[in-house]
């Protein structure tokens, strides 16, 4: 271990995850000293809250070290992957010549537009941006054991996005990055037996792939990050084969009371509307499988199984949709985002030093 890192470990680190929605922008800051987590902070805003706001709550903690790191989940739309390292080959899928790309694992390329980075490092240039994580490397680290297995689908829901990929063996074959808002008018009419047609092009804002976290500070120095291979396996995920019910099912409307209370509306409402972005999910989830196996691009395989990453509360119809409908096995796991981009900004520091 060098004398500099040893001194390193003296001192304390602060870590400070950030994920911007539409509604709300989620923090988790971390104190962490000899790999010992000593405090930690969790606070929500509401989405205009000024940038100053966020500053005055975020710098306290960042004067309590030298080493402090902040770190962003990407809001773009503008992001994706393809499965080649090769610029030449990954012109075959979308032009990436205004984007930052980089190779990750020697295997697959990431990229996200360079203009909208910048614009998001000058935003928030008064906080500070140390790394943007994509949410296809939270999928990757977060189904660690999985994504290295054998083929599957793996699913991130947040708010306003769905993130989808296929795994086989640590080798990316297939990606995409949709926003539930660009598919609305779409999904409003479509029907559960007809699969559906999304133009993922990109004009429709690169929605095939996903980002990795990228320092701005040295992006060239992520292109020889070493493998994720060495990162503790997460909790077995076989065990969640058996995936403990949600109790927010859609109360039918025949056997709803002429007469209900303000609160028995609301929570009707509520429920109804769970049911009906869950059901935009499965819809957009069924139409990225047709997409993958469609596509000659794609080195397609049918797939068995799906991790869903649920980072928007989804309720167990999700589940049952991709069950049923698209007869794959299905393992569900909460995550919470802003704590995954801590852990990630951890495992980035730790590789760097």
């Known amino acids: 271990m060098r004398l500099s890192k040893v ?14 929605m539409d509604d709300k922008t989620d923090i988790v800051i ?37 080493f402090h790191y902040i770190a962003f989940l990407n809001p773009l739309a503008i992001q994706g992957a393809l499965p080649t390292c ?87 074959l297939f990606a995409e990055y949709i926003s539930m808002k660009g598919s609305e008018d779409l999904l409003i009419d479509a029907e559960v037996d007809d699969p559906i047609e999304l133009d993922l092009g990109l004009e429709e804002a690169f929605d095939e792939g996903f980002d990795e976290g990228i320092d701005l500070d040295d992006l060239n120095a992520i292109e020889d990050l070493e493998d994720l291979d060495d990162l503790n396996d997460i909790e077995d995920l076989d065990t969640l084969e058996e995936i403990e019910d949600f109790s927010n099912e859609v109360t039918s409307i025949a056997d709803t009371p002429e007469r209900e209370s303000e609160g028995e509306q609301t929570s009707q409402k509520s429920s109804l509307d769970g049911f009906d972005l869950d059901f935009k999910r499965f819809q957009l989830i069924q139409g990225s499988l047709q997409h993958f196996y469609s596509d000659a691009k794609y080195e397609n395989h049918f797939i068995e199984s799906v991790y869903v990453a649920d980072g928007s509360d989804v309720s167990n119809d999700l589940k049952s949709y991709l069950e049923e409908e698209l007869f794959l096995k299905v393992y569900i796991r909460r995550i919470d985002l802003a704590a995954e981009i801590v852990d990630l900004a951890k495992e980035e520091v730790s590789r760097a030093s």
């Open 30 to 66: 971390e104190l962490v000293k000899g790999g010992e987590v000593k405090e930690r902070i969790i606070e929500s805003f509401e989405r205009d809250t000024s940038h100053v706001q966020l500053q005055e709550f975020i710098e306290p903690y960042l004067d309590e070290s030298p």
């Open 86 to 172: 090769l610029k030449r080959k990954a012109e075959e899928f979308v032009d990436i010549s205004t984007a930052i790309t980089l190779c990750q694992d020697r295997r697959w390329m990431v990229y996200s537009d360079k203009q909208g980075l910048d614009a998001l490092k000058k935003e928030y240039s008064s906080i500070g941006v140390d790394y943007i994580f994509s949410p296809f490397l939270v999928l990757k680290y977060f189904f660690h054991d999985k994504v290295f297995g054998d083929l599957a689908l793996f699913v991130l829901t947040e708010q306003e996005t769905i993130s989808v990929s296929v795994f086989y063996r640590g080798d990316l």
């Open 7 to 20: 001194i390193e470990q003296l001192y304390l680190k602060v870590y400070v995850g950030i994920v911007i």
